[in-house]
């Protein structure tokens, strides 16, 4: 007998609605579901996979507790007591700063990430945040605070609508898309090219993305924020900017043409290792196009402008007049997000509000840059780190130097992991707390829906029962923070929901603009449905949301939609909530109030950028690559999602290889700031000269884990050849990508 449940795909970003076939409490099988509002049926390989990654036997089924320097199993309450007599001993004698926190990537893919997250750091009071962000899209953040005072005003491209596309380092055909979330990126790559629009890609590797382009452009790594600066300048110094209506909105048009005198393309094209006449050519085809959008991703991201081209981006889309426009780039509007309020002065953003204690860098929406974490746990004096939460997350090997990170974690005085599984990081955490496997918990795409090209909402339950001795990871999370906060055992984990909704009740409540000003909270609290805090939580969200209910009270919003908890299920494929609108002025947020093109952080930035058109380019250097069955560093165990095309090879060119004396399927040492690693050579031209490639979240090859099918085809870590000293100064994002290495070739 089996039955079928639907579960938001937590694999990507790309947020697809699954049906999985169920036996008994095992997922047996998984499509797309036809009927998701969004996905439309789309499923790619990983989410066809999601009874094996769910039902992966290393996944941990109880807690874990170090006693006698060994990580044995023990009961929850066993786990919390331990984190309870630890942390808050800690915090009062050495201080709130000597317990440092460390958010990985799956918390955006959980409900219970977006929940508590900041309720632990409340109630810790530590500034020692490091997240996955400043290994990936923290660039971003900054240029969008920058621009429009909001770190999350990240606008999308308009995929389904647009004329041209500018993809710029990303492969949304094997990453399935990011900060961009469209189920079935590649179906809508295909469509744009079949309606007769444009795709260029710019990207020094030949992907499976540049395979589907009109035009591939392969520059030099590291020097988009070149490109894409000459991009703009020509299309000034070519009267070809065309703002429109985003003038209005716009502070600094009259300033950027003498910020960005010098990057002409003839300048630029040495460093970018592309012809002057290719560059202006397009900039004249993206001006000429009636609609169009610029997006940029990791390859723009991790590199070291990549504020500078982050920024770029968006220069390029206003300048075009295709900020906010159908068809360019447009601001999603989330169901569980802010409702818009009137355009006007927000508070600005700001940046280096402290700084970290050893380097001192600056904080970045109050955040320190993960690279520096090993050394603010090793150095000894007042601040430091002696106790670390990790959250889904894997630094040993996301982060630069994981040979030092993995040594200095070993010597923590107290290490918590929230993970499922026993791996390269947690196997150092002194309690592992694993949450279910995803089947057993409910989804609600907080973070994805924010950067959606349609707005729409979704919410799964679970799709299995919670087995007996587990706990959901909202649960998890919650008792975590009663942990830290020395009320394990005298307060319920729902008591942790419940503050949180008290205090969204009296904001929204005092706020005088809100239709809700004076009402009073019990009475809301009261109407809120849902089946436990999360669900209370989540209706909260959604019915002051943008399209909420609000409570009944009049108001604009409540008139759009009616939103609440009760409403979505009984919608369980989701609720269309239309295409993407424009959204400005009143989305910004800046002091002005207005769009400040050139902020005083990027303008002191542009010198550097100067400078790099006179530095000599380094002759090898190194980028990642991503594999469509691939997600980092966690699904490795996974049989299915591993072997065949998805290994860890390094990637030379055929004219590289032979300069270097390599041959294909044989061995090369690359070395780098941060040392050597030995890897089998795949000999393609799919990597441009003068660059090589090797994915990341590889090296299983440490004692101590529970990673059966990882462990026998390891890998190597690439990030073992970064020290971690290389960074994008404005953002404190390490650089993955476009680092100089050397190659000498191994019998
Ligand atoms: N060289 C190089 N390095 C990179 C990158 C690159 O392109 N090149 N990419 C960077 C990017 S973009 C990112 S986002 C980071 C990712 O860096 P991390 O977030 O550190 O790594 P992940 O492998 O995504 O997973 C983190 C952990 O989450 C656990 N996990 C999985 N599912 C769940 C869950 O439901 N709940 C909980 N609590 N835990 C779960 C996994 O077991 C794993 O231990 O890596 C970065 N590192
Ligand atoms: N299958 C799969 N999907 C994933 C993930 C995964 O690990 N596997 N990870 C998820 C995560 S955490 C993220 S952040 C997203 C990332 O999503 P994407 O950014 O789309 O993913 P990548 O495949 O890393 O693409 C980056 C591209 O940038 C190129 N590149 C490198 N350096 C440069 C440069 O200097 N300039 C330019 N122009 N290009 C450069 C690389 O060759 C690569 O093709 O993917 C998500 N989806
Ligand atoms: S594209 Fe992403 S969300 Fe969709 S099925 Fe694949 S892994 Fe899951
Ligand atoms: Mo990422």
Known sequence: MHRTALRICPLCEATCGLTLTIEGTTVTGARGDRDDVFSRGFVCPKGAAFGAVDGDPDRLRTPLVRRDGRLREATWDEAYEAIAAAVPALVR????????????????????????????????????????????????????????????????????????????????????????????????????????????????????????????????????????????????????????????????????????????????????????????????????????????????????????????????????????????????????????????????FALGRWRSRVSGHPEVKSELPTAALAEEIETPGEGRIRALIAIAANPVLSAPDGRRLDAALAGLDFMVSVDPYLNETSRHAHVVLPPPPPSQSAHHDFAFNGFAIRNQVRYTRPAIPLEADRLDECEIHARLVLAVSGMHGSAEPSAVDETAIRAALAKETADRHSPLHGADPDRLAGLLTGENGPERRLDLMLRLGPYGDLFGAAGPGAAQGGLSLERLLAHPHGI???????????????????????????????????????????????????????????????????????????????????????????????TADGGSLDVPVEVTDSVRTGVVSLPHGWGHDRGGTRLTVAGAAPGVNVNQLLDGSRLDPLSGTAVLNGFPVTLTPLP
């Open 576 to 670: 269309d909530l239309g295409p993407l609108e424009p959204r400005l002025p009143g989305l910004l947020k800046t002091l002005s109030g207005r769009i400040e093109l050139l902020p005083d952080p990027i303008a002191a930035e542009l010198p550097r950028l100067r400078g790099a058109l006179a530095e000599r380019p380094a002759a090898l250097v190194l980028v990642g690559r991503r594999h469509l069955r691939s997600n980092n560093s966690w699904l490795h165990n996974v049989p299915a999602l591993v072997g065949g095309s998805n290994r860890c090879t390094l990637h030379v060119h055929p004219r590289d290889a032979d300069r270097l004396g390599l041959a294909d399927g044989g061995r090369a040492r690359v």
């Open 93 to 348: 004698e050495h201080g709130a700063q000597s317990v440092g926190v460390v958010l990985g990537n799956p918390n955006v893919h959980t409900m219970a990430g977006a929940l508590y997250p900041s309720l632990l750091l409340g109630a810790l009071g530590t500034r020692n945040l490091f997240t996955a962000s400043t290994l990936d899209q923290m660039p971003k953040h900054v240029s969008s605070g920058l621009l429009f005072g909001d770190p999350f005003a990240i606008p999308v491209p308009d995929l389904d609508r647009t004329d041209f596309l500018l993809l710029i380092g990303a492969n949304p055909v094997e990453s399935n898309g990011s900060l961009c979330t469209a189920p079935d990126f590649p179906g809508r790559l295909k469509a744009l090219r079949a309606r007769g629009g444009t795709l260029v890609v710019v990207d020094p590797r030949r992907t499976r993305t540049a395979r589907l382009a009109d035009r591939h452009l392969a520059p030099r790594p590291g020097s988009d924020a070149l490109l894409l600066a000459a991009l703009a300048h020509t299309l000034l110094e070519e009267k070809l900017a065309a703002p429109g209506a985003l003038a209005q909105h716009t502070e600094g048009l009259g300033e950027l043409a003498d910020a960005l005198g010098s990057f002409t393309p003839e300048a630029v094209a040495p460093a970018c290792d592309l012809p002057a006449e290719e560059i202006r050519a397009l900039a004249r085809e993206l001006a000429a196009s009636p609609t169009a959008a610029v997006y940029g991703r990791i390859g723009s991201c991790t590199v070291e402008y990549g504020t500078l081209a982050s920024w770029l981006v968006d220069v390029l889309n206003i300048l075009t007049g295709n900020l906010d426009r159908p068809g360019g780039a447009l601001f999603p509007l989330p169901a569980a997000g802010a409702r818009p309020r009137p355009a006007g002065p927000g508070r600005g």
